[in-house]
């Protein structure tokens, strides 16, 4: 059984870095592609960020380009969320999300499991 459990999401000032963990159980991450989502509250979910299975090839949604990075760590099995410049508008949960398949992908349909989301919350 695969299972992806977030962690990192707390409350922050705007301005401040962040960084969300995914750690993946079940299965090894070195051959399959990965992404970040979010969700504001009472808005819909979101793409973020995705990385194919090799980790070479990187795809981030434009609001986030120049703030955010995502990586792999093959040996930790874990997938990373680097958040830089937290905005007010960076606030909700946000969820990691792994694919059987090779390729990149930015829908969410496109991914086979998903972690349980870990709250951000960026203040003034």
């Known amino acids: 059984q695969v299972q992806l459990v977030e962690s990192g999401g707390t409350l922050v000032r705007a301005g401040a870095s962040l960084r969300l963990s995914c750690a993946v159980l079940?299965?090894?991450?070195?051959?399959?592609?990965m992404g970040w989502f979010r969700q504001p509250l009472g808005k819909e979910r979101e793409f973020l960020a995705a990385?194919?299975?090799?980790?070479?090839?990187?795809v981030l949604t434009d609001s986030v380009k120049g703030r955010f990075t995502v990586s792999k760590d093959i040996d930790k099995n874990t997938l990373y969320l680097q958040m830089n410049n937290l905005q007010l508008d960076d606030t909700a949960v946000y969820y990691c999300?792994?694919?059987?398949?090779?390729?990149?992908?930015?829908?969410?349909?496109?991914?086979?499991?998903w972690g349980q989301g870990t709250q951000v919350t960026v203040s003034l």
């Open positions: 990385l194919n299975f090799i980790g070479t090839d990187t």
């Open positions: 079940g299965r090894s991450i070195f051959s399959t592609a």
């Open positions: 999300a792994l694919s059987e398949h090779l390729a990149i992908a930015t829908k969410a349909h496109d991914y086979d499991h």
